[in-house]
Structure formats: structure tokens, C-alpha cells
């Protein structure tokens, strides 16, 4: 099936395979506003359940969005991969009501390993975070290869 699809083709396969599971990103209220490979940009709005003692954004919640769009820019490629290692620094606060993105970019990918670049920012286009993660593939796929199926589990 994947040899007749163009790379974007497949960055949008993989992606609605992996939206379909993903419960959390979902439930927070994500929404994947583009996708190709080696890239997504997912947005989301901050509610006040998502504030902490100081009224700002939680940077638990800040990290949750870099972090999806990271793996969905990381799995563009039909191939599985998870995080080996993030981290995150934060620039500025957001607010109840503001409105997040998360850009993700490749950085590298070679055997088994990418990076990735993820720019965090309001609606306003204020950088409030940079994250960067690093990737790790895994056994299996989110689009069954052709001639056969190779959607196996991590591995």
C-alpha cells in the first residue's frame, strides 16, 4: 500500500493512524493543524483548569503539546518511534484563554535516531517555549507496507 503514496500522503496516513489512539492529546483538546513529514503543528487552547498557583499556564501542560506535536512529526515517516529523551525551556507565561501552538520540525534522522525541534507559541505569535526532542524508532508501522503488514507493537 505505501509504495504508491507520496511522502505527504504518508505523513497524513501515519497521522490519522496515530490520532485515532491518542486519547490524550484528544482529551486535552488538540488539534492537529498540520502535518507533513518531519513536521507537525498542533494547537490547542488553555483553560483554566490548566493554570497553576501563580495563574499561568502549567508547564506540565505546555510540555504535554510540544511533546504530541514532537511525536507526530517523529512518526511522519510509517515508521514507529517513541521518545528517548525531551526537554523543554520555558520563555514566557501563557494565560487561561490563550490560544497555544506547537511547530515541529526535524532536526536529523539517521538509523534509528531523530531530533526534533519544537517551537511553542500564543496567538499573539510570542515564543513562550522551546522544546527538543529526541527520538527513537521502533519496531513496526502506522501503514501496512506493501505486500504485506507490518503494524506490529513496539519492539
Not at 503514496?5 to 496515530?18: R, W
Request: proline share 2%.
Amino acid at each position: 500500500m505505501t509504495a504508491s503514496l507520496t511522502a505527504q500522503q504518508l505523513a497524513e496516513a501515519s497521522a490519522a493512524a496515530m490520532w485515532n489512539g491518542d486519547n490524550a492529546s484528544a482529551g486535552l483538546g488538540m488539534v492537529m493543524d498540520r502535518i507533513a513529514p518531519g513536521e507537525a503543528t498542533l494547537s490547542m487552547t488553555l483553560t483554566d483548569a490548566m493554570t497553576n498557583g501563580h495563574k499561568t499556564g502549567h508547564g506540565g501542560f505546555i510540555f504535554a503539546l510540544a511533546d504530541s506535536a514532537f511525536a507526530f512529526a517523529c512518526n511522519s515517516h510509517n515508521q514507529r518511534a517513541v521518545a528517548q529523551h525531551c526537554s523543554i525551556t520555558y520563555i514566557a507565561p501563557a494565560f487561561a484563554g490563550d490560544r497555544l501552538t506547537a511547530t515541529a520540525r526535524e532536526i536529523s534522522r539517521a538509523g534509528r535516531s531523530g531530533i526534533y525541534d519544537v517551537q511553542v507559541t500564543n496567538q499573539t505569535g510570542a515564543i513562550l517555549a522551546e522544546f527538543r526532542g529526541h527520538s527513537r524508532t521502533v519496531k513496526g508501522t502506522h501503514v501496512p507496507l506493501a505486500g504485506g503488514t507490518d503494524t506490529g507493537t513496539a519492539g
